[in-house]
């Protein structure tokens, strides 16, 4: 069974940062790409990061390209968000998933989800 918990997120001030991390357990951690995604109020799913199996490779969406970075720990399992210079419109639910194949932007692309964890970002 494959389980993917995030953790770090919070309620900050415009302009901070946070760090989020996914746990995954379950499948050979390194055999698979990760990707960050975020859902704000009334908003579809989207992807925000991704990174392959190495981690030679990410990829951002423009909204945060810049100022978000995702990293994997090579000797563990944890996926990384760091997000700097947090803007009111980050403002989501925040979900890691593993990659299974196809468009790294499409949520048909991922098998397994976490939870989710709350980023609140007020001006």
């Known amino acids: 069974q494959v389980q993917l918990v995030e953790s770090g997120g919070g309620s900050v001030q415009a302009g901070a940062s946070l760090r989020l991390s996914c746990v995954v357990s379950g499948r050979p951690f390194s055999s698979f790409g990760y990707g960050w995604f975020r859902q704000g109020p009334g908003k579809e799913r989207e992807v925000v990061a991704f990174?392959?199996?190495?981690?030679?490779?990410?990829a951002y969406a423009n909204s945060v390209k810049g100022r978000f970075t995702i990293s994997r720990d090579s000797g563990g399992n944890v996926i990384y968000l760091q997000m700097n210079s947090l803007k009111p419109e980050d403002t989501a639910v925040y979900y890691c998933?593993?990659?299974?194949?196809?468009?790294?932007?499409?949520?048909?692309?991922?098998?397994?989800w976490g939870q989710g964890t709350q980023v609140t970002v007020s001006s």
């Open positions: 990174i392959s199996s190495t981690g030679g490779s990410t």
């Open positions: 998933a593993q990659y299974h194949s196809g468009d790294y932007r499409a949520t048909s692309s991922y098998r397994y």
